[in-house]
């Protein structure tokens, strides 16, 4: 497998980067010619059709092609026995299983064959459930062979996120599992499944694998197992018919849904596309991995979350790549678990989380000894800002300051990667993403929509847009599209907004600074404060709360909550009373939302309009309390004292 479309130098780079603005319909044409297309664009079609008003963006309209057909029948004459992927369970005494591309080819042509037996067409939404198995990568491929769109949702949401979810994508089919073991813990999602279910209405089947042998109760009619579902397909199918041709799907065809917290109360469900989100993990797997033929890829995402969409199933697997997929978290059973896994797999290029590295950090270099790291070439960070004490422990004692650290920055809106370093090809610099990739168009604004030209001191600094699409850009937002308009394209006339706020030096690099909406960044998980506040309102107790993050030492950013609580109860209380709002909290959206900390006050500040300042509740979270700012527009300013002086 060669890639025509690798970049090798910085001139190159610098190359690409022009032509790819200059004519973006020809530079991205000439990336397309190297996939298969069941037929090409029409020849009176634009490559690129588009506008940031509605917004409408279509690249590659009227091409026909399936994204599986890309990702694993053109590997099978060449490639057919190079590992696509290996999987380490979570106990590391439990075997490693190796799929190579003619295996998972022949598992997910079966399994698309299952998803057709139980009438899942074109178009229907699968809802994805599971735990980090191949099976998992295995359902989603076998969804898009058959033009399926899948939505697959982390294994820590609460089974009142997935009935949201349900309702909101209208899925009538779910995959899941049993169980799902990560470290020490067995969780039963096949039960969450089943409240979830509780009163839904549209779900038609739910096909259930095994993993864990947790008892489970399997509602006739409803729910089937993966297994005799295969074994079905097997002994009554040939191989002929076993080798099923995938759905020709348009290039703008929905390939999936993916939920994110946004700055309201609701997830919402970010749309992909076939054509455009294939080139863009492909091209930006290979060019910033700079991937070689024969390395070992271990990207330590859930697949529950974008970064594993992009870089443990579809880039690496258009690129015909071998990518390392783990079960367990870096911790267990001892926090050398990754290093064991890069010495016994042999890994060449990692990529993981800076909450990752910081927790690791914090247990010294007693877990590295004896561990063999001298394969790693290439190593990545991704999901939020890395601080530069985290971005030198990697280098030096992860990459014994060899290995080039690649900072990616993007979001589940994106689809890849937009602004990084290219692995030994441009150059690296701690705690600052650097370059745009090629079709790539960032720019600075300050409040008003204004681009911001001027330097201060070295940098110039402002909210992080976009100017143009490029190919992996979002095209709407499931079921709402005035919601996507709104949140994306309504802040700033004719520019995408991500929601960060960045930095921008005299060469052009970019520092990412965080995010500058009510989203909070919590190891690297996506959490809305609206939606934190929406969990905790539901107890009973609770009049009201705000919800704002602070700096956390591993997990980045930490989730503080200040509630107020009705007067019945009492003030022994307060411990039984904070257990029962984080139960709250976990049973709304799931463990990963649980606020660190947790304040009873008697008021939130408020102006006399009735809004709470959340800039004075920040401060007083960050510690910050002898620099609130004005407080004059208070309702009741005695408020903030008591605050100050609950401070956790
Ligand atoms: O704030 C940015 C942060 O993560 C947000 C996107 O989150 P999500 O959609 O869950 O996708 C995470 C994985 C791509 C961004 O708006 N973020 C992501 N990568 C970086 C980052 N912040 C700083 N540096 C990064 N490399």
Redesign the pocket.
Known sequence: MSYPFQIKTIEQYHEAYKRSINDPEGFWSDVADAFEWKKKQPFSSRVLEWNFTEPRIKWFEGARLNITENALDRHLKTNGDTAALIWEPNDPNEKTRTLSYKVLHRKVCEFAQVLRNNGVKKGDRVCIYMGMIPELAIAVLACARIGAIHSVIFGGFSAQSIADRLDDAGAEYIITCDGAYRGGKDIPLKSVIDDALIGNKTVKRVIVHTRTRTPVSMIKGRDVWWRDEVDDVIETMNDEVLNIPAAEMDAEDPLFILY?SGSTGKPKGVVHTCAGYMLWTAYTFVNVFQYQPGDVFFCTADIG???GHSYIVYGPLLAGATCLMFEGIPTWPDAGRFWDIVDKHKVNILYTAPTAIRSLMSYGLEPLKGKNLSSLKVLG??????NEEAWHWYDEHIGKKKCPIV???????TGGILISNLAGVTPARPSW?TLPLPGVQPLLVDEKGEEVTEFTDVAMSGNLCMRAPWPGILRTTWGDHERCRQTYFSAYKDLYF???GAWKDEEGNYK?T??VDDVL?VS?H?LGTAEVENAINMHASVIESAVVGYPHDVKGQGVYAYVVLDEKRHKEDDDLTRKDILATVSRIIGPIAKPDKIQFVRNLPKTRSGKIMRRILRKVAEGELNNLGDTTTLLDPAVVDEIKEGRL
């Open positions: 994110t979350w974008i970064t960070s991704v999901g939020e800002p890395i900072d990616t920055w993007w979001q589940t809106e993403a991500t929601g960060d990412i965080g995010r960044n690297g996506r």
